[in-house]
């Protein structure tokens, strides 16, 4: 059975770089069929697409962070990780991790199998 | 982007009576080359991450009771709970993954009357 478990600091500064790592059990990131996604939530708000990730390096990541996301995969520990950049109050959320769906050619779809989410507060 | 606005922002529905949450998207998405509506449904309960309901508008996840179902194409999408049970109490979300940026709705409420 498939499981993510997201992992990182629950607390940043303001300016400083916020780095999470999912960590992949029961199922390879290496699979043609997926793609990797990060998405969050702020307390209260709802659900925001960071950006997301192929085994073979593919990135798409969303317009309004890419000036500050990078999103990166290491195959042999099964794991990959998101950081963000110059962080700000704004980006306190709750942070998940996420397969998605693919079908080789398309657009990654939807996200079958969730983390359970880590939260992430930018204060100093 | 794509403008995903779900309605009602909050619904309150008696126990065994019928859920209805609508979902517009600001331009179409269904790809006609294989007339699939590229367009998902999501169930969040407090704590706990969003869990798959429905995708290509209509399929039903593995697991999910046959209670809930999708509709609609092109713009227009709505996820009905036919009967409502207490555990169906969540925000439930829309996303459509048509064209990037990955967009969701902004949730609607559901609570039992």
Redesign the interface.
Known sequence: QLQLQESGPGLVKPSETLSLTCTVSGGSISSTSYYWGWIRQPPGK????IANIYYSGTT?Y???LKSRVTISLDTSKNQFSLKLTSVTAADTAVY?C?RQ?YNFGD??????Q????TLVTVSS | ?IVMTQSPDSLAVSLGERATINCKSSQSVLYRSNNKN?L?W?QQKPG?????LI?WASTR?SGVPDRFSGSGSGTDFTLTISSLQAEDVAVY?C?Q???????????TRLEIK
């Open positions: 709802g659900l925001e697409w798409f969303n317009p309004s998940y996420a769906i657009y990654p779809y939807y996200f079958d969730w983390g359970q989410g | 982007d590229y998902a999501y706990q991450p969003p869990k798959l995708y996840e979300y996303q993954y048509y064209g990037s940026p990955i967009t969701f709705g902004q949730g």
